[in-house]
């Protein structure tokens, strides 16, 4: 059974740090795509930043890019997003999100993930 558990959010002001964490287990797919994505009350998840498991190359949504980097530790099974210069538009609950499309092809699209965590409130404040 396919888990994943996020950690580190909380409330920083704007143009602090943070670094949330993503704990796989159950979860060996090399092949597909690892990333986060958020969510305000009332709207959709969108994509943040995504990672491909076998090739290591990363996706970024053009808010976040020059900002946030996405990196995976395969040795702990885990997946990072630290996330710098943050700003007040960045304040979400964040999502960690696997099993994703192969290459990370349309990572966008929610619906081609297969596996998600419970999410971690991260809040900028001005």
């Known amino acids: 059974q396919v888990r994943l558990v996020e950690s580190g959010g909380g409330s920083v002001q704007a143009g602090g740090s943070l670094r949330v964490s993503c704990g796989a287990s159950?979860?060996?797919?090399?092949?597909?795509?690892m990333g986060w994505f958020r969510q305000l009350p009332g709207k959709e998840r969108e994509g943040v930043a995504v990672?491909?498991?076998?090739?290591?190359?990363?996706y970024y949504t053009d808010s976040v890019k020059a900002r946030f980097t996405i990196s995976q530790d395969n040795a702990k099974n885990t997946l990072y997003l630290q996330m710098n210069n943050l700003k007040p538009e960045d304040t979400a609950m964040y999502y960690c999100?696997?099993?994703?499309?192969?290459?990370?092809?349309?990572?966008?699209?929610?619906?081609?993930?297969?596996?998600w965590g419970q999410g971690t409130q991260v809040t900028v404040s001005s």
């Open positions: 159950g979860y060996a797919d090399s092949r597909s795509c």
């Open positions: 999100a696997a099993g994703g499309p192969r290459y990370c092809a349309n990572w966008m699209v929610t619906r081609y993930f297969d596996y």
């Open positions: 990672i491909s498991t076998s090739s290591g190359r990363t």
